[in-house]
C-alpha cells in the first residue's frame, strides 16, 4: 500500500506559480510512476504531467507545456510539480496517482493509489 498525500494548492491570480508537492508513505516509492490528474468541474479528469520511477522521462499535457515542472527527489519520497505563468483555466484539484510501473500513462484507471487532490484556484 503507497498513501499519497498532495500539498501546496490554494488561490493564486493570473500569471502567479504554485509548488505542489505530493508525498509517499512508502520508502520505495523510486520505483512508481507518478502522474498528475487534475479536474475542473463539469469536466473529466485530465492528465497533466508524470514522471517515471527514476525521472528519466517526463510528460506534459500541450496545455502546460513550458510552464510547469515536474520533478522528484526519492530520497524524500516526493513528487513535485512547480506551476508557472498560472491561468484561470488551471483552475482545479489537482491529484497524485502512483503505479508501480516504470513506464508513463495517461490513463487513470492504469494508476494504483492516489492522493486525496489538493484545490489550485487562479484568479483573473
Sequence with gaps: QVQLVESGGGLV???GSLKLSCAASRRTFSMYTV???????????EFVSGIS??????Y?????????TISRDNAKN??????????????GVYSCAARADQ????????YEYWGQGTQVTVSS
Design 13 to 15: 491570480q493570473a500569471g
Design 35 to 45: 502522474g498528475w490528474f487534475r479536474q475542473a468541474p463539469g469536466k473529466e479528469r
Design 53 to 58: 520511477w527514476r525521472g528519466g522521462s517526463t
Design 60 to 68: 506534459y499535457s500541450d496545455s502546460v507545456k513550458g510552464r510547469f
Design 78 to 91: 516526493t513528487v513535485y510539480l512547480q506551476m508557472n505563468s498560472l491561468r484561470p483555466e488551471d483552475t
Design 103 to 110: 513506464r508513463l500513462s495517461g490513463q487513470p484507471h492504469e
